[in-house]
Nanobody, 121 residues
Framework: VQLQASGGGLVQAGDSLRLSCTIS??????IAWFRQAPGKEREFVAGINLSGVRRNYLDSVKGRFFISRDNNKNTNYLQMNRLTPEDTAVYFC?????????????????WGQGTLVTVSS
């Protein structure tokens, strides 16, 4: 299984970005995005189940970020709106075969390489 994330970049506060993550090898039940800012722990940002019906978000991104997936393309997306400098981080997509959206990094077995999002004020 390989995860390939893309879509990061440098934007200004208030702008939007859409991250993409393509998974090759197999379809995995639960997809999530994590992020890691300099000097901080990697944290859960958003997760989605296989059907796309269930989604969970970090409180600070609720209402601004939206996770989705296209199982036909084995691709998932993180739409990020109204970005702030506090959203600056390396964003990682992650996946696990089990159902259930976990907030714990250790519960995800497959990881992408990360894509850098920088939001200037």
């Amino acid at each position: 299984v390989q995860l390939q994330a893309s879509g990061g970049g440098l934007v200004q506060a208030g702008d939007s970005l859409r991250l993409s993550c393509t998974i090759s090898g197999r379809t995995l039940s639960t997809i999530a995005w994590f992020r890691q800012a300099p000097g901080k722990e990697r944290e859960f940002v958003a997760g989605i189940n296989l059907s796309g019906v269930r989604r969970n978000y970090l409180d600070s991104v609720k209402g601004r970020f939206f996770i989705s997936r296209d199982n036909n393309k084995n691709t998932n997306y993180l739409q990020m709106n109204r970005l702030t400098p506090e959203d600056t981080a390396v964003y990682f997509c992650a996946a696990r075969p089990q159902a259930g959206i976990s907030f714990a990094r250790a519960d995800y077995y497959h990881w992408g390489q990360g894509t850098l999002v920088t939001v200037s004020s």
